[in-house]
C-alpha cells in the first residue's frame, strides 16, 4: 500500500507575543467588520504591525480604532500602521496569507526586552 508523505492543508504564519508565545488565528482580528472586504496583518517586529486592507467606501476612523483596540486587547502596546489597497497579493494558488511574521520566536527574543 502507498504511505502518504505529506499532506499539506493552509499554511498560515503565527503572530509572536510581547512574551515570545506565539499566537494563532490572528486574522480574527477583522470578524464583525462589515466594511473590510480583505485584511492582512503583517508583523515587522514584536511590537510594530503593518494591517494592509481592502475596504468599502464606507470603512472609517471608528473601524480603524477598532481594530487598532483588538490589536492591543491581544498584545498590549504595539505601533500599527494601515495600509489600504484595491486588492492584496495573491499567492501562485490565487490566495493571499492573512498573516505574515518577519519575526520569530527564536531569532526575536533578544530584540523583545530592548522594544518594550
Same mark, same amino acid.
Given at each position: 500500500?502507498?504511505? @502518504? !508523505?505529506?499532506?499539506? /492543508?493552509?499554511?498560515?504564519?503565527?503572530?509572536v /507575543?510581547?512574551?515570545? !508565545?506565539?499566537?494563532?488565528? %490572528?486574522?480574527? @482580528?477583522f470578524? /464583525?467588520? &462589515? &466594511?473590510?472586504?480583505?485584511g492582512?496583518i503583517?508583523q *515587522?517586529?514584536?511590537?510594530k504591525f503593518?494591517?494592509?486592507?481592502?475596504?468599502?467606501p464606507? %470603512?472609517?476612523?471608528?473601524? *480603524?480604532l477598532?481594530i487598532? &483596540?483588538? %490589536?492591543e !486587547?491581544?498584545?498590549g502596546?504595539i505601533?500599527l500602521?494601515?495600509v %489600504?489597497?484595491?486588492q492584496i497579493e495573491?499567492t501562485?494558488? /490565487?490566495?493571499f496569507r492573512?498573516? @505574515?511574521s518577519?519575526?520569530?520566536?527564536?531569532?526575536?527574543?533578544?530584540?523583545? *526586552?530592548?522594544?518594550?
Amino acid at each position: 500500500m502507498p504511505v @502518504i !508523505q505529506e499532506i499539506i /492543508g493552509r499554511l498560515e504564519d503565527t503572530i509572536v /507575543g510581547p512574551d515570545g !508565545q506565539e499566537l494563532v488565528r %490572528f486574522h480574527g @482580528i477583522f470578524v /464583525g467588520l &462589515n &466594511n473590510v472586504r480583505e485584511g492582512q496583518i503583517v508583523q *515587522k517586529t514584536i511590537n510594530k504591525f503593518l494591517v494592509r486592507l481592502v475596504v468599502e467606501p464606507e %470603512f472609517g476612523d471608528s473601524e *480603524k480604532l477598532e481594530i487598532f &483596540n483588538r %490589536f492591543e !486587547q491581544r498584545l498590549g502596546k504595539i505601533d500599527l500602521e494601515f495600509v %489600504f489597497l484595491d486588492q492584496i497579493e495573491r499567492t501562485e494558488r /490565487g490566495k493571499f496569507r492573512a498573516v @505574515i511574521s518577519e519575526v520569530s520566536e527564536r531569532d526575536d527574543t533578544s530584540r523583545m *526586552k530592548e522594544e518594550k
